[in-house]
C-alpha cells in the first residue's frame, strides 16, 4: 500500500496517515490480518517524525481498526462494533449535512454522492 503525505494540507499529518489506511482496508488493499510497516519504517518511508506514524497507529487503535502488538507490530483487526460506529458517523453527518445544507445542496445530490461513494467499496 503507498502512503502519502501532503506537507501544504491543513490537515494533520497524522490524519491523512489515518486516514489513507482506513481507505486501505474499505477498498481491501489491506485485509483483515495484515501488518503495517513498523513505526520506524513507515515514518522513514513517508518522511515524517516516527511520533507522527505513532499517533496515527494509537488513534487507528482507538477506533477498532488496529491492534498493537509488541511481536508483530501494527496489525488490521477490526472491531465490529456496529452501534457505536453509527453513533459515532450520526455525529459526523451531522456537521457535514449542515454544512451542505448551508450551501444549499439537495437532498437527492447527498444521495448521489452517498451512492457514488459507497460504490468505489463494494
Given at each position: 500500500m503507498l502512503?502519502?503525505?501532503?506537507?501544504?494540507?491543513?490537515?494533520a499529518i497524522y490524519m491523512q496517515l489515518r486516514n489513507q489506511i482506513?481507505?486501505?482496508?474499505?477498498?481491501?488493499?489491506?485485509?483483515e490480518g495484515d501488518s503495517l510497516p513498523s513505526?520506524?519504517?513507515l515514518a522513514d518511508t513517508v518522511g515524517v517524525n516516527m511520533h507522527t506514524v505513532n499517533k496515527a497507529y494509537t488513534v487507528?487503535?482507538?477506533e477498532g481498526f488496529i491492534q498493537l502488538d509488541r511481536r508483530h507490530g501494527a496489525v488490521i483487526a477490526?472491531?465490529?462494533d456496529k452501534l457505536?460506529?453509527?453513533?459515532?458517523?450520526r455525529g459526523q453527518l451531522q456537521i457535514v449535512l449542515a454544512k451542505a445544507?448551508?450551501?444549499?445542496?439537495?437532498r437527492e445530490e447527498v444521495h448521489e454522492l452517498v451512492d457514488e461513494i459507497f460504490d468505489n467499496y463494494e
Open positions: 502512503i502519502t503525505v501532503d506537507f501544504n494540507s491543513e490537515e482506513i481507505m486501505g482496508i474499505a477498498t481491501s488493499v489491506i485485509r513505526v520506524r519504517q487507528l487503535k482507538q477490526l472491531d465490529a457505536q460506529a453509527l453513533e459515532e458517523m445544507h448551508c450551501k444549499e445542496i439537495t
